[in-house]
């Protein structure tokens, strides 16, 4: 038995949607709920169980909805109210369940409550949200936003600036005051009502600030302050989650997780507890934006390619870290990230499809639960950036024309470069269904650029290939619901001092499951299934050599 409660989230493998991205069902260019609808068949065929729907609330789309202007209504173009309860019925038909992304962090510069609070220093929305005066004529502390920039915006109809850990048309909630978290908690039990089955939590570990708003040490530029020492995994985050738990989410069978920017190991044992006090599981971001050893330009702005044993050191600190305390997310990309196969694994035409599969294995047969992001599951690549007009993600843009155009740190050749490699614009190219114009995701003008490449990569090629990556996704996810070893059973790593294998074992009731996958294009040393009595699950070879693994080879053996 494992140590860990049995719960169906922790048995289930989630599907990211980025909606305006997805499917495009009226022809604007722009995805919306009944192109979501329309695509179940699809997602029933993967196998997924949950899918994570990036916000599809009004806003005024600064940063594509993570900007909200009204948290009980649906943004236009993504479609009505009717739609949403159309499609949330549908995919329970189809026995996926449906987890909203809850933004309250913040929200758009645009909602009531800021509208109402600017107005004046005695409104009462005032401290709905986070104002300070001036410190010696200027900004209260020297933070960076993540949007590039002070953290702070002037307001001269109150003569005070308020706090904006992202772009300027996302302010800061005040969750020291109990009237936003009365706000927040009925909103999210009338969402409940509805019959949705969970939350995503954006920048959930920033709700709780540091009360004495010191400056933060230097970054890179010399210029703006570190803030996350003192947004991230403030003193009351635990106590607002625990009362967001008695006051919602213990009350219905619902999954959460918690994206916990600046969350360390720790940090996530209370938030993810075993005792279900706080939130079901977290994501963190060791792996990805902390990805590349070291700083090539600036900031997460970096091309340098990651290595195997970082990633390792990495993922296996948080499996046995993690183990029988809390439970653990499990993804390589979203809507943040770059294509896992161009960042991690080989895009190249003779490589793709062996190193996708073979970082789907190494993810898919870890403790936690799996994470697939739309086009991952047949390979979806980067795209390649010419110029900044070629962006449309605010972070990249600012960025650009801070450390470019302003501070002229970085020459353009290599912010492209850096664009090109970890830029989240990327993950936001439109989902690429067949080889027809727009790849099928639009009969208009696409809001943004397809991937030239979706002539050959699209998941109508994959579903007429038996060998294709969508199908090899599909397997990982049947065994997971068919192999409680893959769940719950007990993580050990495995070769830890090997530079090309990632090797580890996971035992569960006196049987072992044994993974190891080659992350190089070279054969790599490898005896473990040598003479080993077993069944192999899943394989993206078919034919094996004693002692080797071959070019971005995967095995899995049950034994
Ligand atoms: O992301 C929070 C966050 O930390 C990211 O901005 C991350 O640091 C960065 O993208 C790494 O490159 C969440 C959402 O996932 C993101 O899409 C939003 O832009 C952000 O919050 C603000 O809501
Ligand atoms: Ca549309």
Not at 126 to 136: A, T, V
Request: aromatic share 12%; with cysteine; glycine share 6%.
């Amino acid at each position: 038995m494992s140590a860990e409660k049995h719960m169906w989230w922790k048995e289930a493998v989630i599907y990211q949607i980025y909606p305006r991205s997805f499917s495009d069902s009226n022809g604007d260019g722009i995805g919306d709920l009944n192109g979501i609808t329309s695509r179940l068949d699809y997602l029933e065929k993967l196998g997924i169980d949950v899918i994570w729907l990036s916000p599809v609330y009004q806003s005024p789309n600064d940063d594509n909805g993570y900007d909200i202007s009204d948290y009980r209504d649906i943004m236009t173009e993504f479609g009505t109210m009717e739609d949403f309860d159309r499609m949330l019925a549908e995919a329970h038909k189809h026995h996926i369940k449906i987890v909203m992304d809850l933004v309250v962090n913040h929200t758009s510069d645009e909602h009531r409550w800021f509208v109402e609070s600017r107005k004046s220093k005695d409104n009462p929305y005032r401290d709905y949200y986070i104002w300070k005066d001036p410190k010696d004529g200027r900004e209260p502390t020297n933070w960076e936003s993540c949007f590039s920039g002070s953290a702070w915006k002037y307001d001269e109809t109150t003569g005070q600036y308020y706090l904006h850990c992202f772009s300027p048309k996302q302010p800061d909630l005040n969750w020291e005051n109990p009237k936003v978290r009365d706000e927040v908690f009925d909103m999210m039990n009338w969402w409940c009502e509805k019959g949705i089955d969970g939350f995503r939590m954006d920048v959930i570990s920033m709700i709780s600030k540091e009360q004495s708003y010191p400056d933060g040490p230097l970054k890179d530029d010399g210029i703006y302050g570190d803030m996350f020492p003192y947004v991230c995994n403030g003193p009351r985050v635990h106590e607002f989650l625990q009362e967001m738990n008695r006051r919602v989410l213990s009350k219905y069978d619902i999954m959460t997780v918690g994206e916990a920017a600046g969350v360390t190991l720790e940090e996530a044992k209370k938030y993810a507890n075993e005792e279900g006090t706080e939130l079901g599981m977290v994501f963190h971001f060791e792996h990805t934006d902390g990805a590349s050893e070291g700083r090539n330009v600036i900031g997460k702005w970096n091309y340098q390619p990651p290595r195997m044993p970082h990633i390792r050191q990495i993922l296996n600190k948080w499996q046995t870290g993690l183990e029988g305390k809390a439970w653990g997310s499990l993804y390589w990309d979203n809507h943040d990230q770059p294509r896992v196969v161009s960042r991690f694994g080989n895009d190249a035409p003779q490589w793709r499809v062996l190193s996708a599969k073979m970082l789907a294995t190494v993810l898919h047969m870890m403790k936690g639960t799996p994470y697939v992001y739309q086009g991952e599951e047949f390979g979806m690549t980067n795209m390649h950036f010419a110029s900044v007009e070629d962006c449309n993600d605010i972070e990249a843009v600012n960025a650009y024309n801070q450390y470019v155009v302003e501070q002229k740190i970085v020459d353009e050749e290599t912010m492209l470069k850096c664009f090109d490699a970890v830029s989240r614009d990327n993950a936001r190219t439109p989902m690429q269904w067949d080889d027809s114009e727009n790849a099928g995701f639009t009969s208009g003008k696409p809001w943004f650029t397809v991937n030239p490449n979706y002539k050959e990569i699209n998941a109508a090629a994959a579903l007429k290939d038996p060998d294709s990556i969508f199908y090899y996704y599909q397997k990982l996810i049947s065994l997971r619901h068919s192999n409680p070893i893959i769940v719950y059973g007990q993580f050990r790593p495995l070769l830890e001092d090997s530079e090309s294998v990632y090797a580890y074992e996971r035992t569960l009731d006196g049987r072992t499951l044994t993974v190891a996958a080659n992350w190089t294009e070279q054969e790599a040393a490898c005896d473990l299934f040598d003479g080993l009595a077993g069944e192999e699950i899943i394989s993206n070879y078919k034919e094996h050599k004693t002692g080797v693994l071959q070019p971005y080879e995967a095995r899995v053996v049950l034994h």
